[in-house]
């Protein structure tokens, strides 16, 4: 089976850095996505790793280990519409490139 | 319109009612998927179309009854709930890639939030 751990929640202050781990187990590895969900609103993609190491887009990085089944999204000078929940998702080849999501880090952003 | 919209946005039902929910994706993907989202709960996968056809049937009671008439719409038939059954419904859809899945995650609607009394 597949099982995603992420810290439940996270306090950082507004200008400084912030990083989000998440580990993960699954049979058939075949990517891994960030999302972000604001309170009541639906989650929208954030980035995407299928291969060792970091990803940058922006203010966003994602990093990926596969031999240690560990991710980490890693922002930077935070706004205070960074708070948020922040989901890691995983994807499995086996039956059908199934999507798993873990249960979110919620992110509060302070002045 | 653009996107995944859902609706309506928000439905109280009875536990004897019968409703629908409905999504439809302006993207032109292939997969579409619903998904449940309780409070403090990872999101819960329960259907998946790719191509029009059902591959996922995440156990999920027979009280929830998914169609998918075409590759841009999606229902999700609702009879005789449960309370445990309220929660935020949400559809997405994703361009699926025959050999290596989706690579641009998915999108996802606003959400359905269900009540039922």
């Known amino acids: 089976g597949q099982n995603i751990d992420q810290p439940t929640e996270m306090t950082a202050t507004e200008g400084a850095i912030v990083q989000i781990n998440c580990t993960y187990q699954t049979s058939g590895f075949n990517g891994l996505f960030w999302y972000q969900q604001h309170a009541g609103e639906a989650p929208t993609f954030l980035s995407y790793?299928?291969?060792?190491g970091l990803e940058e887009k922006g203010r966003f990085s994602s990093f990926l280990s596969r031999s240690k089944g560990y991710s980490y999204l890693l922002l930077k000078e935070l706004q205070m519409k960074d708070s948020a929940s922040y989901l890691c998702a995983v994807r499995d080849r086996n039956g059908g490139f199934k999507t798993i999501f873990g249960a979110g880090t919620r992110l509060f952003v302070k002045a | 319109e653009t996107g995944v919209t859902q609706t309506p946005r928000h439905l109280v039902m009875g536990m004897t009612n019968k409703k629908s929910l409905k999504c439809e994706q302006h993207l032109g993907h292939n997969a579409m998927y619903w998904y449940k989202q309780s409070a403090k709960k990872p999101l819960e996968l329960m259907f998946v179309?790719?191509?029009?056809?059902?591959?996922e049937n995440n156990s999920v009671p027979s009280r929830f009854s998914p169609e998918c008439p075409n590759s841009s719409h999606l229902f999700l038939h609702l009879h005789t709930l449960q309370p445990e059954d309220s929660a935020l419904y949400l559809c997405a859809s994703s361009q699926v890639l025959p050999r290596t899945g989706e690579l641009y995650g998915y999108t996802f609607g606003s959400g359905t939030r269900l009540t039922v009394v």
């Open positions: 179309y790719n191509f029009k056809e059902q591959t």
């Open positions: 790793n299928v291969l060792d």
